[in-house]
C-alpha cells in the first residue's frame, strides 16, 4: 500500500511524494484572510512542479500576497524536467545548484484572473523569473535561511523523512507555518511538546483520511493514474499549522460515564485506558490514556496534556517498566517488543495488553 511506501521511503531517506493542488486547495479555503499582505516561503517546492508554488501563484492577487518565494533542493528527481525545455535556459541548468522563484507580482494578461498562461510567461520572466541558487537549495542551508528570515508563513510539504528537523528551524526563528508530516509525527516528542505548549496544530482537513501524492513513475503501488502520472493515497497523512484553526476552539461534547469495568486501569501507571476519543467519560477528573487522534479534537482550553505513554516519553511522567514476567511474556510467547515505557493492560488471562500509542489527557477545571 502507498503507507508502505511511505514508510520504506522514509526509511530510505526518499522524500519524493508530492502533494496535489486539490488537496492544497481544500486545506488553504480555510486561511484566506490570514495571508494579506504577507510574505510566503515555500522552500521545498520547484517552482516549475510543485503545486503549492502554482496555487499561490494562481491565488497571489486574490490572497493578497505580499511576496511569493518558492525554493528547490538540486536533488530533487523533477529538477530541470522543464527548466530543460527552456531554450535559453541552459546556463541556469547546472547540477548541484537549486533554483528560487521570488516575485512581489502576478500580472493578469485578461485583468480579471491569473491564467496558466500567465504563471508560465512568470516563470519564463527573464527579469522576475527562475534564479539560480548559488547552493544545492536544502532548507537548511545559509542561503535558505535567509529567505525563512524575510518570510512570514512557510507553507509546503517537507521531506518526512526530515520533519522533525524542519519543524525545529521554524520554531526556532518563530515562523508561521501550514505543513504537511505524517500522523506518526504527533508522536515525536519534540512535536508533542509544542502540541503541549499550543505552538502547533492538527489542520482542517479531516484527520487521518489522507491526501493523494503524485509520485514517481517507478513506483509500483500506487491508488490512480491521471494523465499519464501516478497517485498514491497516504493515510497516513495531516496538516500541521502554527495558525488559528477554529474546530480547535469547540467543546468535546462528552456522552459516557466513568464504569470502572469498561475503563481499566493501566497495569504500569495510574491512569485509565479510553480506547476513542468518542468515550472520554464526562465524570472522570483523574488521568486518561487517549488515542493519538484526539489531538485533531484538542481544545487546549478543555484538557491539559500530561504526556506521551510510549518507551522514553512515558518514563518521563512516570510510566513504570515491564514486570519481569510480563516482559519475558511479551517476548517469547507473544513475540512482540516489550519497551520500557509503553503504557499497558492486563488481560483476562493476565497477559499484557498492548493498545496502540497513547496520549495522557486530563480534564481541566471549568
Known amino acids: 500500500m502507498a503507507n508502505d511506501d511511505l514508510r ?39 517552482p516549475f512542479e510543485s503545486n503549492f508554488c502554482k496555487f499561490f501563484l494562481r491565488n497571489f492577487n486574490y490572497l493578497g500576497l505580499k511576496r511569493l518565494i518558492c525554493t528547490s533542493y538540486t536533488s530533487s528527481p523533477i529538477i530541470g524536467a522543464q527548466l530543460t525545455l527552456w531554450d535559453n535556459m541552459n546556463e541556469l541548468v547546472q547540477k548541484g545548484y537549486g533554483y528560487v522563484m521570488d516575485i512581489s507580482e502576478v500580472p493578469m494578461a485578461n485583468g480579471r484572473g491569473v491564467s496558466d498562461d500567465d504563471i508560465n510567461d512568470l516563470l519564463h520572466s527573464e527579469k522576475r523569473g527562475v534564479k539560480k541558487l548559488h547552493g544545492d537549495g536544502d532548507f537548511r542551508s545559509e542561503e535558505c535561511i535567509e529567505y525563512l528570515k524575510q518570510a512570514d508563513i512557510v507553507v509546503t510539504n517537507p521531506p518526512f523523512s526530515l520533519f522533525r528537523e524542519f519543524v525545529a528551524i521554524l520554531t526556532e526563528y518563530k515562523k508561521d507555518f501550514l505543513i504537511i508530516g505524517n500522523t506518526n509525527a504527533l508522536t515525536y516528542r519534540e512535536i508533542f511538546k509544542l502540541f503541549k505548549e499550543d505552538r502547533i496544530r492538527t489542520g482542517y482537513t479531516k484527520f487521518n483520511v489522507g491526501m493523494f501524492f503524485e509520485v514517481p513513475d517507478y513506483y509500483e503501488k500506487y491508488t490512480k493514474k491521471v494523465d499519464g502520472k501516478k497517485y498514491a493515497r497516504v493515510s497516513t497523512s495531516c496538516w500541521f499549522t502554527s495558525l488559528p484553526v477554529k474546530k480547535h476552539n469547540d467543546v468535546l461534547i462528552c456522552y459516557k460515564q466513568y464504569d470502572p469495568n469498561r475503563y481499566p486501569k493501566y497495569a504500569n501507571f495510574d491512569a485509565i485506558n479510553v480506547n476513542k476519543y468518542t468515550d472520554i467519560p464526562n465524570d472522570y477528573d483523574g488521568l486518561m490514556g487517549v488515542p493519538v487522534t484526539f489531538l485533531d479534537k484538542y481544545n487546549p482550553e478543555q484538557f491539559e496534556l500530561v504526556g506521551l505513554g510510549i518507551s522514553n516519553s512515558g518514563l518521563e511522567i512516570g510510566v513504570r517498566p515491564y514486570t519481569p514476567e510480563h516482559k519475558k511474556y511479551r517476548k517469547e510467547i507473544q513475540h512482540k517488543g516489550a519497551v520500557d515505557g509503553d503504557l499497558y493492560l492486563i488481560d483476562n488471562e493476565g497477559h499484557p495488553d498492548v493498545p496502540y500509542a497513547r496520549i495522557i489527557i486530563r480534564r481541566k477545571e471549568n
Open 8 to 46: 520504506a521511503a522514509n526509511k530510505a531517506k526518499k522524500d519524493e511524494f508530492y502533494t496535489s493542488y486539490e488537496d492544497i486547495q481544500t486545506e488553504m479555503n480555510n486561511y484566506d484572510q490570514l495571508f494579506r499582505g504577507k510574505t510566503v516561503l515555500c522552500n521545498c517546492d520547484d
